[in-house]
C-alpha cells in the first residue's frame, strides 16, 4: 500500500495534475493515466501507464 503523505506530494508526470490511489493503481484525476505499483513503489513513468 501507498502511504497517505506520499500520495499528497506525487503529480502525474505527464500532466501535473494531482493522483489518487484507485484499487491497486495510482490514477491522475486530469488525464486519467493509470501507473502501477510494483513492491509497494510507485511507477510515476508515462512509458509504464495506461489509459
Do not use: F, H, W
Not at 500520495?7 to 502525474?12: E, F, P, S, T, W
Not at 484507485?22 to 505499483?37: F, Q
Amino acid at each position: 500500500m501507498v502511504d497517505q503523505e506520499l500520495l499528497k506530494i506525487l503529480a502525474c508526470p505527464s500532466c501535473q495534475a494531482d493522483v489518487e490511489l484507485k484499487g491497486e493503481k495510482i490514477v491522475c484525476t486530469k488525464c486519467g493515466l493509470k501507473y502501477p505499483i510494483r513492491n509497494g513503489i510507485p511507477v510515476m513513468l508515462i512509458d509504464e501507464a495506461e489509459r
